[in-house]
């Protein structure tokens, strides 16, 4: 089993960045895609951005693409997520995941089978 860790969230102003980090343990994080999702208050999760388990294909919803990055170290079994150009809309709690067994990545929640505990980024001035 897969244990994931996210941080890096808070509270910013509309266009600030902010950086989350997904720390890894318990597998080999070379061996899985990964995955960043959100869910905002009343609403259901949804897909942000996904990289493969080698980092060199990535994926992104079309309401963050051009804002968001998303990155991995596998040297140091982390996961990242670059987000610039914040809106209200992206306030919601983050969470990453692992698609455990696959190398290739996924924009379907379902093909995840470990998740963290997210954190909260709130876009507000």
């Known amino acids: 089993q897969v244990q994931l860790e996210e941080s890096g969230g808070g509270l910013v102003q509309p266009g600030g960045s902010l950086r989350l980090s997904c720390a890894i343990s318990g597998r080999t994080s070379s061996w899985f895609a990964m995955g960043w999702f959100r869910q905002a208050p009343g609403k259901e999760r949804e897909f942000v951005a996904t990289?493969?388990?080698?980092?060199?294909?990535?994926g992104y919803a079309d309401s963050v693409k051009g804002r968001f990055t998303i990155s991995r170290d596998n040297a140091k079994n982390t996961v990242s997520l670059q987000m610039n150009s914040l809106k209200p809309e992206d306030t919601a709690v983050y969470y990453c995941?692992?698609?455990?067994?696959?190398?290739?990545?996924?924009?379907?929640?379902?093909?995840?089978?470990?998740w963290g505990q997210g954190t909260q980024v709130t876009v507000s001035s």
């Open positions: 995941a692992a698609r455990t067994g696959r190398t290739d990545r996924s924009s379907r929640e379902y093909d995840y089978g470990d």
């Open positions: 990289i493969s388990a080698g980092g060199g294909f990535t």
